[in-house]
């Protein structure tokens, strides 16, 4: 399982926010101890690190105050990583592409939050076109019905509504121009669960 915006990491970035509001710099590791009430800076180190792996934040090394945020210049939104293309049509080879989106702090999820971009038109039913963001936390599992990512023999990646049959998984498309993929479980891994849309109508953006 992957590293997650728990509650109390949560707290932490929020604090950073406000500290860094009203300060114009970011609270050392002490302060950060000092206000959670916390006597072990090895625990705020980690929170921290994994708000770093969350591409939250950024450290700079060997600085006192080396905290900075990965946040969008518009108010309330963050930085998400875009991790590749995905297929809403036949299974593709899932291909990084290293960058990051602006999405609303309210569309985080629990846990690792990620955005794909859609290539393929077998969701469109779903209101998911092609050329779409789709903003995923990432999960092991998932319910009968949600729109999942799924990864197809370790190697293509798909999206499409998850259904468990008794021998065997149905991934769905929401257009009828498409057929279902019919698996056998061990075939499937689920990436994550789809939470959020982001589409862009601006001629030429991604």
Do not use: W
Not at 95 to 114: A, Y
Not at 140 to 159: C, H, M, S
């Amino acid at each position: 399982m992957g590293v997650s915006l728990t509650p109390r990491r949560k707290q932490i970035l929020d604090y950073l926010h406000k500290y860094t509001d009203e300060h114009g710099y970011a609270p050392t590791i002490h302060e950060i101890c000092k206000y959670f009430n916390l006597s072990s800076t090895a625990t705020v180190h980690k929170h921290l690190t994994a708000l770093e792996q969350l591409g939250l934040i950024d450290r700079l090394q060997h600085r006192t105050r080396a905290i900075e945020f990965k946040t969008s210049t518009e108010e309330g939104s963050l930085q998400i990583p875009l991790l590749g293309r995905i297929a809403a049509g036949r299974p593709i080879e899932a291909i990084l592409i290293q960058e990051t989106v602006s999405v609303p702090k309210d569309m985080l999820g629990r846990n690792r939050t990620f955005a794909l971009k859609v290539q393929g038109d077998s969701m469109i039913e779903e209101g998911i076109f092609d050329k779409d963001l789709i903003v995923v936390q990432e999960r092991r599992t998932a319910d009968n019905g949600e729109i999942v990512v799924a990864l197809i023999d370790g190697q293509n990646a798909t999206v499409k509504k998850f259904v468990r049959e008794k021998n065997r998984v149905r991934l769905q498309p929401a257009n009828p121009k498409h057929s279902a993929l019919l698996l056998e479980p061990d075939r499937i891994q689920i990436q994550g669960v789809v939470i959020g849309l982001l589409r862009y109508y601006r001629t030429g953006t991604f």
